[in-house]
């Protein structure tokens, strides 16, 4: 098996797969991402005098073609190289001949494998901020059609009081708004360049640092080195924290779906393509959509407590051990990313029950609304309370006709413009401009 670190010293077999584990199956998702920092890192590395100008001609066209390969998907691990900086190097090394072994002066495999984590994290809190968008913007524009439409509101899972669609969808909304500062937060984390850390403890190489991190579109540097090999996991479980509060959300609305597709509730539906059926009950229509988006979203939340665990006791410097973290990290982004396609994609399809509210079951629903009504006619709130409530108790309670909420974020004012510009805030503080800018730089 081909290794960086080889020294002539045969492994024994049972260790060797052992200690590799997944890693050969997951760095083929890093394969792009190490390419490009081999890019940035060889173009510094010519710019401070450490590689000749002429090898740098030599390596980059090659390493352009090896990008192109990656995003294709036809970039493969060969068996017996051990991992993605092995096998970009092997690569190199076969076309150009010794030229392709330079590209490893004053890096480790430490510092290349925290950079391409970052690089990888970035693309995909990108992909995840335009499926939040897609989501969010659905659920504005249900909400808008449906801020006419009441349904009961409930605490203790006891009907409470008026609620409606526009307010139920438009709820969801507004919590992402707030989901998308914690990814903000794991964007800013994430968008510091580790590169020339090396083992964790720098290099006596002449590294220029902050001409890697403008080439590959960095906001800032991992200044300290030693921190720089610390932020291996932690920068992950800050993703992992943003992505849970997001799968959270997710998971609330579809265990309201559940809930509310239920003939007891009977609020909302979809087309009988996106339900299931069952084997004996010819009458069912299961949301194993929202079943399963639930589920999912549930184990995402706890991604974060994983990742603690497996880094919670280590010391500074690297470990074996934030290994196993890239297969906790790296598949959860295809999960948020189908739960929140699926989601997006029932909301638009969803159907609503209009005239809940006219059924006799809600009508103690309006008790509030007709104490408000007599305090408006200058009866003190206790008594009002108190009139209503015996009219419950005699059976005598007669709903109102009509509802009228005015403050902001209520049932007749939603908020949906204000919401939408806390959104529209929020997503103008991601630097993806930057980020794309420098990788185009990099490739063409």
């Not at 605490?155 to 909304?173: D, E, I, K, N, R």
């Not at 299931?276 to 639930?294: A, Y």
């Not at 059924?359 to 209503?388: C, D, H, M, T, W």
Request: one cysteine or more; a negative charge; hydrophobic letters at 40%.
């Amino acid at each position: 098996m081909t290794k960086l670190w080889d020294k002539g010293t045969a492994v024994n077999k049972m260790i060797e797969e052992f200690t590799i584990g997944r890693d050969r199956e997951l760095d083929v998702e890093l394969a792009p991402f190490d390419v490009l920092g081999t890019m940035a890192h060889i173009t510094m590395l010519s710019e401070v005098g450490l590689l000749p100008k002429n090898d740098l001609a030599l390596l980059l066209p090659e390493l352009k073609r090896l990008y192109q390969q990656a995003l294709d998907g036809n970039f493969c691990i060969e068996d017996g190289i051990e991992d993605v900086h092995s096998q970009v190097e092997l690569m190199l090394t076969r076309s150009l001949g010794d030229v392709g072994k330079k590209v490893h002066s004053g890096r480790s495999r430490n510092d290349q494998v925290l950079l391409d984590l970052k690089l990888y994290a970035r693309q995909r809190i990108m992909q995840l901020t335009e499926s939040v968008l897609r989501l969010f913007t659905a659920l504005q524009k249900r909400s808008e059609a449906h801020k006419a439409d009441l349904m009961p509101g409930y605490t203790h899972l006891q009907v409470a009081m008026p609620s409606s669609f526009g307010l139920w969808f438009g709820a969801y909304a507004e919590s992402l708004a707030d989901d998308m500062h914690q990814l903000l937060a794991a964007w800013r984390i994430v968008n510091q360049n580790p590169l020339g850390a090396a083992a964790g403890y720098g290099s006596s190489f002449p590294l220029s640092r902050k001409h890697t991190t403008d080439l590959l579109g960095f906001d800032d540097l991992s200044y300290n080195v030693v921190y720089a090999q610390m932020g291996r996991g932690k920068m992950e479980r800050s993703v992992a924290m943003a992505m849970a509060s997001i799968a959270s959300t997710v998971g609330k609305f579809a265990m309201d779906a559940c809930l509310y597709m239920s003939q007891n509730f009977g609020f909302i539906g979809l087309p009988d393509e996106l339900t299931t059926g069952s084997s004996i009950m010819p009458h069912k229509k299961n949301p194993d959509v929202f079943e399963l988006i639930r589920a999912r979203c549930n184990k995402l939340q706890a991604m974060p407590q994983q990742i603690m665990m497996i880094t919670g006791n280590l010391p500074s410097g690297y470990f074996r051990d934030l290994q196993i973290i890239k297969e906790v990290f790296i598949p959860a982004f295809e999960e948020m990313l189908s739960c929140l396609e699926l989601a997006t994609f029932s909301v638009e399809n969803m159907t609503v029950k209009q005239d809940l509210m006219k059924n006799p079951i809600y009508k103690y629903a309006f008790s509030v609304e007709e104490v408000n009504n007599r305090v408006l006619q200058g009866v003190p709130f206790r008594e009002a309370y108190k009139q209503v409530g015996l009219e419950i108790e005699a059976g005598t309670f007669k709903a109102p006709d009509n509802i009228s909420h005015t403050h902001e974020g209520s049932i007749g004012n939603l908020c949906n413009d204000e919401i939408k510009r806390k959104m529209d805030e929020i997503l103008s503080q991601f630097s993806f401009g930057k980020m794309n800018d420098a990788i185009r730089n990099l490739i063409t």
